[in-house]
């Protein structure tokens, strides 16, 4: 089986761990295709290329163009919205789900006017909400040229995801993992999903088999709060779902981009609904004014 992945050291370091539970489980050989994507080649800030789709984009023209036969994305960077011809085949168990902030010092420690990078709003409306001293750095590119500006001397700390992080062997440039209630995490970080074309109904009964239903309920919890929200509100927002025997529980919260407030609620549901579970929270959340958050904070 061709397996399309971006080149990234991360990109294919999950690549080759889901290949080759994929071959433990089913018997198949599978065989890695180096897909560059925009994201990979733009120097722009995401929000300016199309947001996170644009890493996803490329890897599903291969699928639809019968190039590759599936392929695996960091779950977090999928758009919410489904996508034509494409079946999302397996949702792996997902690794630890939360940011970590990555230099010498914990971000109690950091002085104030330290200058922390990173590129998202989600992080940058939780730090500013945790340590509003802080200079918050825009920042982009792959985890390897972020942590090199610590080394450089140009930032004191970055945030990046600890799954990331672990897959390509740079946990010891961790000095915090930041709790959920402190920083909440992106809807579906730390999990992983392959894809392939609907059209193949074999091919997503054997890619099943790497499958977790658990992880597959919370992500599903999670993007929904998005998907809802995105109607409705820019601001950022956190989601974090867990499974736990037939309970699901999860929270999300949106924060004004200042950090100056937020909106968190949490839900508890059954994991056969976990798209219920999500749009209801979502709907509290829009209740609680998440949408007049959106604007506030702006500059
Ligand atoms: N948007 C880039 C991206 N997509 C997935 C991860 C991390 C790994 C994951 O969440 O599975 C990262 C980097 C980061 O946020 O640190």
Redesign the pocket.
Known sequence: MRLGTRRSL?ATTQSGLVADALTQATGHGVELVGVTTEGDVSKALLAQIGG?GV?VNALRDRLLSGEVDFAVH????LPTGPAEGIALAAVPRR?DPRDALCGTRKLADLPAGARVGTG?PRRVAQLRALRPDLEIVPIRGN?DTRLRKIADGELDAVV??H??LRRIGRLDDVAEVFETDAMLP?PG????ALECRSDDPELVALLAAVDDPGTRAAVLAERTVLAVLEGGCSAPVGAHAVVSGDELHLTAAVVAHDGSRQVRLSATGRPDEAAETGRALAEALLGRGAAELMGEGDS
Do not use: H, I, R, V
């Open positions: 991360m996170t890493f960091s779950l977090k960077d690794d998202s985890a990046l995801a799954a990331g992106a970080q730390g999990a992983l």
